[in-house]
């Protein structure tokens, strides 16, 4: 079956089962290896992406269920070119990865937080912001947000 899909402004026309969860498709189908797989059961976070503006999680959603949708990953956070988002050099300010690894989803979850509540409290960053992070970079995630609340 073919789907259309609109992938950081770029249109893709694939042949894929309309179940296959959108994380595969992204990773194994177009080589978008920025989006992470951690839990497989939405629980993690590592998978999320935007969808039509909004933080989603991948790796349980399947791909026929977005398409003609506007998807987001982080290699279209910054539109694709070579400057830094904010949210990016509040990251790098602040040191915030560790290890790394769930760090794609987190900046795509809170780049939608803050397009939404550009000054989101420690409670609606919680709330808001459930990725799991194994090296607990949270403490450094809620500074380098209220960086970004405070510019
Ligand atoms: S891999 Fe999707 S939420 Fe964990
Ligand atoms: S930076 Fe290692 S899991 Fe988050």
């Known amino acids: 079956m073919t789907i259309s899909l609109t992938i950081n402004g770029k249109g893709h026309e694939l042949d894929v089962e309309p179940d296959m969860p959108l994380l595969w498709v992204l990773r194994d189908e177009l080589g978008m290896t920025g989006t992470k797989f951690g839990?497989?059961?939405?629980?993690?976070?590592?998978?999320?992406?935007h969808v039509n503006g909004q933080a989603m999680r991948t790796c349980n959603i399947p791909v026929g269920a977005v398409a003609g949708t506007d998807i987001k990953t982080i290699e279209g956070l910054n539109g694709g070119g070579p400057d830094l988002t904010a949210l990016q050099q509040a990251w790098i300010d602040h040191q915030v990865p560790q290890c790394g690894y769930c760090q794609s989803g987190m900046l795509m979850a809170v780049s939608s937080l803050l397009s939404q509540n550009p000054n989101p409290s420690d409670d609606e960053i919680d709330a808001a912001i459930t990725n799991i992070c194994r090296c607990g970079t949270y403490p450094r995630i809620r500074a380098a947000i209220r960086s970004l609340a405070t510019a």
């Open 39 to 49: 839990c497989g059961v939405a629980a993690c976070g590592a998978c999320t992406v």
